[in-house]
């Protein structure tokens, strides 16, 4: 069965870099998120991608954060200057349509020092 | 702004019980997620609720929806350890974003 990919499926950075977390959606998805989950928190909802742009963002996702789709199957989120309130698992997930689920990817576990 | 409650928080039960976690929601949405996680995991897609009335079973799990009530409910049925999981409902607010509950935590003793 296709499935999300996510790499690296950890990351340990210095606060204050950049880092840039990985995504190979499902192939013939169209729709694409990114939510973060702080340990043992709910899940929270950062961006959906949809025709090469954003299509919602929360207020989390500010001037911090950017996503890219740069080829045809990659999909990244960046996080510039990271704080340490940032280390969290990141989850990636595809969708086919608006209303179909969502498939979700292992995860980014986050860790700023 | 569409909050979304989940209850209970955590749930220990015997193997062989019936219980059902709750999730209630702020405004009006028809489109509800059931995902499951299990400890250090991913998130796992069990139901997709897109109507009021709406029913879906899976084994020993079945969800509803009623959107009237903003109410949706996931019975387990006779549980099994292997049902032991976090559940999360999730509700679409019609503008791509899903709003997560903040989970059930289920151990099963056997």
Redesign the interface.
């Known amino acids: 069965e296709p499935e999300v990919t996510q790499t690296p499926s950890h990351q340990v950075t210095q606060m204050g870099q950049e880092v840039i977390l990985r995504c190979v959606p499902i192939s013939n998805h169209l729709y694409f998120?990114w939510y973060r989950q702080i340990l043992g928190?709910?899940?929270?909802?950062l961006v959906?991608f949809?025709n090469n742009e954003i299509?919602?963002k929360?207020e989390i996702f500010d001037d911090q954060f950017s996503v890219e789709r740069p080829d045809g199957s990659n999909f990244t989120l960046k996080i510039r200057s990271t704080k340490l309130e940032d280390s969290a698992m990141y989850?990636c997930?595809s969708s086919p349509s608006?209303?179909?689920?969502?498939?979700?990817?292992?995860?980014t576990r986050l860790s700023i020092l | 702004e569409l909050k979304v409650e989940q209850n209970p928080l955590f749930l220990s039960m015997q193997e062989g019980k019936n219980y059902t976690i709750y999730c209630n929601y702020s405004t009006t949405s028809d489109?509800l997620?059931w995902?499951r996680q299990d400890p250090g995991?991913?998130?796992?897609?069990l139901f997709?609720l897109?109507s009021n009335g709406a029913v879906k079973q899976e084994g020993r799990l079945m969800a509803s929806l009623d959107t009237k009530a903003r109410l949706s409910t996931l019975h387990i049925t006779a549980a099994v350890h292997d049902l032991s999981a976090t559940y999360?409902c999730?509700v679409?607010d019609s503008?791509?974003?899903?709003?997560?509950?903040?989970?059930t935590k289920l151990i099963i003793k056997p």
């Open positions: 998120y928190q709910k899940v929270e909802f959906s949809y299509s919602e929360s989850f997930a608006r209303v179909e689920p969502q498939h979700f990817g292992d995860g | 489109r997620y995902y995991k991913s998130l796992e897609s997709v897109l999360f999730a679409d503008n791509y974003q899903l709003i997560w509950g903040a989970g």
